[in-house]
């Protein structure tokens, strides 16, 4: 297929020259950036708000939330005295510096003013994605073994506190809270304004964002508080955070790109930040950007694949002439989407690569460069990205392998939570291996070309088919269950799951629908299958592990390659 490329626009004659800024780069400069170079003083949530305030911007917009018609906005000084009360109250309920303060509710001002509020003590803060069902809520509590959990009356349910020996306090953000938790409300009103914050070490915990792979449980991913050099710096380059930006992304803090750049790098950088509370439509979305004169948005093939659907006309009915940067994340970003883009927002979609054990912006379009429409982009300055063998040898261009990044930026993880097997399964020698493949082409640019594992991509979100399947087993008519991505052209992939049944039931439309819905209601609603397929028997190998390989060729009718471990008795 012949590929379209986009020139940098002459829009904007003040943008960061790629090749310049990467042959000067050091980590070391970026950090000159922070007062803490100079008086070792360091937190997160002072970098993103209070600062701010101490250099005079205390009465800028920090934060528009809109959801619906309602609509509110916060300066960093409101923002300053709302994590300050907030600190307030997660302290005299107990937390303290280390300990792990999960957040589980839905886009809300109090979901960030908490937020920043744990982190003014030190705490490590678990955000939860608001459709987690009680398994993957209590999965995630257990093995963090989380002390504190703030989160709202139409979630608490699914808070298996009599399972969870470590987790102290419950906070309620809601009305007429009963006494069996704090009420978040009541205990805000009556806190003090002012807070002591907590000063850290550079590699103090930060944010634990629990994700998912092709085996075991979902993996507790650590970043720390050093990791804000890159979040600052990708913000400043990649977003191309400005002054009077008003800045949206899309993804909610369940994910990292909710938290890195919907939270860290934008209010680092000092830009309004935007916040939208409900789900998607079209109308929702380009509402917001003409109400709040969005300049820089950054959000997800899926998204644009769903507004590209919902046709060009409507795209008419908005302005959104405020638009002036546009970015994307989480899967790849088909030509034709960036064609369309081109075409109705007469703009570039910039897309970027990231994974959020990286913690932040590795491969992207960057602002000034030349976009091959589908390649993910070139390193961003300060990481050095290859595609290698399995054996760690680098592999010239154009050829497909493990796509590998050289293991030392400010925002890699430092940790799996207490799972240093799997931490130091990422890794061939100095490479962090990302478990995609790619290839790099003679100009440089990389090219996503799909996962090495059997990792779901759906709608943007990773999930692990071993924690679905372990749900499925689960239900009283499956015996066996092996998952696997299935290619869709609006999703990306979706989850479709073969099952074998149990004696005594058989195949109809009725059990598929209650299998559906027993995995929606007990783990989450995007990791439901929308496909299932009944078989008598399951293919597996001689030590009894589903061949997903085998069934995705079946789902493609494709060869399954090499099928001598298979057990076929
Ligand atoms: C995929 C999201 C193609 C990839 C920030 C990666 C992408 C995984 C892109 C990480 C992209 C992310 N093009 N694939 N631009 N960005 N991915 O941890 O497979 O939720 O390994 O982080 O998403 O997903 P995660």
């Known amino acids: 297929m012949k590929v379209e490329v986009y020139k940098s626009t002459d829009q904007n004659p003040n943008l960061t020259n790629y090749e310049e800024t990467r042959d000067n780069f050091d980590w070391q400069e970026v950090e000159k950036h922070f007062s803490w170079h100079e008086t070792g003083k360091f937190n997160m949530a002072y970098e993103c708000i209070d600062k701010h305030v101490d250099d005079g911007y205390g009465d800028k917009t920090a934060l528009h939330y809109k959801n619906g018609d309602s609509r509110s906005s916060y300066t960093f000084k409101d923002l300053k005295t709302a994590s300050n009360k907030a600190a307030n109250v997660l302290k005299d309920a107990g937390v303290e510096k280390g300990d792990r303060v999960f957040i589980f509710m839905a886009r809300s001002p109090e979901l960030y003013t908490s937020l920043l509020g744990a982190l003014k003590i030190g705490a490590i803060v678990g955000p939860l994605f608001e459709a987690f069902m009680e398994k993957a809520v209590k999965d995630r509590l257990q093995n963090s073994e989380a002390k504190v959990i703030i989160t709202s009356p139409e979630l608490v349910g699914r808070i298996p506190v009599d399972d969870l020996p470590d987790l102290e306090k419950v906070i309620l953000v809601g009305e007429n809270v009963s006494a069996d938790y704090v009420d978040f409300k009541t205990e805000y009103e009556k806190a003090s304004d002012e807070f002591d914050i907590e000063w850290l070490d550079k590699e103090d915990g930060l944010i634990l964002h629990y994700t998912s792979g092709s085996t075991g449980q979902p993996k507790g991913v650590l970043h720390v508080q050093y990791a804000m050099v890159q979040h600052y710096i990708s913000g400043k380059y990649v977003l191309d955070l400005k002054e009077d930006d008003v800045y949206w992304c ?320």
């Open 250 to 569: 899309t993804a909610d803090p369940g994910w990292v790109t909710g938290t890195s750049y919907g939270i860290f790098a934008p209010w680092l950088n000092r830009a309004t930040n935007v916040v939208v509370g409900g789900r998607f439509s079209p109308e929702a979305w380009y509402g917001a950007i003409e109400d709040l004169n969005v300049t820089v948005w950054y959000s997800a093939p899926t998204a644009f694949r769903m507004l590209m659907g919902a046709g060009d006309e409507i795209v008419k009915k908005y302005d959104l002439s405020s638009l002036r940067h546009v970015l994307s994340v989480g899967e790849p970003l088909n030509p034709e989407v960036v064609k369309w883009g081109m075409d109705v927002y007469h703009l570039r979609i910039h897309d970027t690569w990231w994974m959020t054990e990286t913690g932040a912006h590795m491969i992207v379009n960057f602002p000034s460069m030349d976009i091959k429409g589908g390649s993910m982009g070139k390193p961003i300055p300060g990481v050095e990205a290859a595609i290698i063998d399995d054996s760690g040898n680098e592999l010239p261009v154009n050829r497909m392998g493990n796509l590998a990044l050289k293991a030392n930026w400010p925002s890699m993880m430092r940790e799996i939570w207490k799972n240093k097997p799997k931490f130091d399964s990422y890794f061939i020698g100095e490479w962090y291996v990302s478990g995609d493949s790619a290839y790099q082409d003679e100009d440089g640019y990389f090219w996503f070309q799909g996962r090495v594992d059997d990792v779901i991509m759906t709608a943007g979100e990773r999930v692990g088919p071993f924690e679905i399947e372990s749900k499925l087993v689960e239900h009283e008519a499956v015996q066996e269950a092996g998952v696997i991505g299935k290619p869709d052209p609006v999703r990306g992939e979706i989850v479709k799951a073969f099952i074998s049944l149990r004696e005594g039931y058989s195949p109809s439309d009725e059990l598929k629908e209650d299998i559906r819905v027993y995995v929606k209601e007990g783990l989450a609603a995007h990791a439901a299958p929308r496909e299932i397929e009944f078989k008598d028997k399951l293919p597996k190998t001689r030590s009894g592990k589903i061949m997903r390989r085998v069934l995705k060729a079946w789902e493609l009718n494709i060869d399954a390659g090499d099928l001598s471990s298979m057990d076929d008795d």
